[in-house]
DNA sequence: TAGTGGTCTAGACCACCTC
DNA sequence: AGGTGGTCTAGACCACTAC
């Protein structure tokens, strides 16, 4: 029954990969080389078993390797299939997007252009500053602030989500931004109208592998890393907000554009 | 031998999470409490085994989640082990940063102030251009360039891969571009004193897991991403070069200061 | 040499999807 | 009903590390 005692290397003493890896280099190859596209379904894992003349565990293992780099999705019933990934661009240096609301508006008007259909959820919250937070809005660690919640999808695809948080002390300043509803004119122009702009943003991008939580929110499988990319705005005293955007990192790509860009051109990379 | 016969859901028809996934949360949870601290072991295999009541391949398999959200390690003869992380800033608007050469040195300074030991092997290449690459410098496709390449390291630890591409017009014009050596006074420096200033970039910032390829070069275990950083840079009439930046997702922060950071402040974020 | 993780197998049963 | 992936087990042997 156990084989194990049967194994012998054929490779003369050359260092040799798992059987495993030897499955999930052969599917990765064909998958780069077109054997498998985009959308294709993969061969099934008793198939593959008989043509690796390997265990159905083995075969998993290989498969599992692939899924965990985000070139292949599995679910059960179903089978594997090539990931095809349709990246959006975002914009991060435009001045546009200096402005919240804006920039969700920025991102609907982007979307529907594409011929694919938006949509978000929205809700604010009142709590203590998580400690990134406080400590880049310059406000005691717990201290209240007014969070604002942006869950955003593409086809029903969920794409993002978005946090704001304000300080405390620009509530009293500008009540509705502890409101929960949506401010018309943009925070940031609601903001300027009270006196407050915002004149310049430090932005922090990093990545990292998905939350239990995030994965949850996102609908990431294994082997899709986020885009974490935390923005702190300020105005000429002091910083007035602190958003905290994550993005699947299979879908979404951020860009900036700093000095002259006239050289760039319009058929500028996609 | 086998016991799925006689296994039962004792949860009354609640929705339960599998075991190994109960192993993952259980030991997440203790990472997240402190109760294994980062760079501390956990227990091993067959104790957990023991300890969840569960094969040591369920085990295995809840280990291997947290591996691969990059939360702990695993090497042969050793176990496990809770992954700590020291991340590294990048700021990548700041003026200097324009040049690449000087780049490499402000990398070097910032790791030497950090009190680590920093490396750096360089070749250079003359090769058709890539796709991306031919695109963003706005030349034929397989037209020649330079590339000068650059493999960076922190205390020997594997941290970023720089390749920079130079369009082959750019060649004639610089000549000492596509010399292995090199270029003393820095790349921007010796372009500009040839009448060819670069007066804006254009960065593109995406993640996904590594390639096989870079997981060799980078080091990096199942679990970390990358962030791929690309620079175009710009003359005030055309392209004149394209960086791609390589770094691990666990050790490296990228930042950009936009407009007026002087509300920021010294005790700025770390 | 003992203990750790790494690979592999054979087989059982479950959950989900399609027909 | 039949096929697909998902979970789990028990056990074998290998490779590496530490002592």
Chains 1, 2 share one sequence.
Not at 34 to 57: C, D, I, M, Q
Not at 83 to 99: D, G, T, Y
Not at 217 to 223: I, S
Request: with cysteine; proline share 6%; glycine share 8%.
């Amino acid at each position: 029954m156990y084989q194990q005692v049967a194994r012998v290397r054929h490779d003369g003493g050359m260092s040799r990969q798992p059987k495993y890896r030897q499955v999930a280099d052969a599917l990765r190859r064909e998958i780069d080389n077109g054997t498998h596209p985009p959308g294709a379904r993969l061969p099934s894992e008793s198939e593959l078993s008989e043509r690796f003349e390997a265990s159905r565990n083995t075969v998993r293992s290989g498969l599992g390797l692939l899924v965990s780099q985000g070139l292949v999705t599995s679910s059960q019933g179903l089978g594997y299939e090539v990931a095809k990934h349709e990246v959006f661009e975002l914009n991060a240096s435009r001045f546009e997007n200096l402005n919240f609301e804006q920039n969700g508006d920025a991102y609907s008007t982007d979307v529907t252009n594409a011929g694919r259909r938006p949509h978000q959820t929205f809700r604010v919250e009142i709590l203590p500053a998580p400690a990134a937070v406080a400590e880049r809005l310059k406000a005691e660690p717990e201290s209240r602030t007014v969070l604002r919640f942006c869950h955003r999808f593409v086809d029903d695809t969920p794409w993002s989500t978005q946090a704001t948080y304000y300080p405390s002390w620009l509530i009293d300043e500008a009540p509705r931004l502890a409101e929960p509803g949506d401010i018309e004119e943009g925070t940031t122009r609601y903001l300027a109208d009270r006196g407050i702009e915002q004149v310049g943003y430090f932005d922090e991008i990093s990545t990292r592998m998905p939350t239990p939580d995030e994965a949850r929110l996102l609908e990431v499988g294994a082997g899709v890393p986020v885009l974490l990319w935390m923005r702190t705005g300020y105005s000429a005293e002091r910083p007035i907000r602190c958003t905290i955007t994550t993005l699947r990192g299979d879908l979404n790509r951020m860009n900036y554009e700093i000095g002259d860009q006239s050289a760039r051109g319009e058929g500028a990379p996609r």
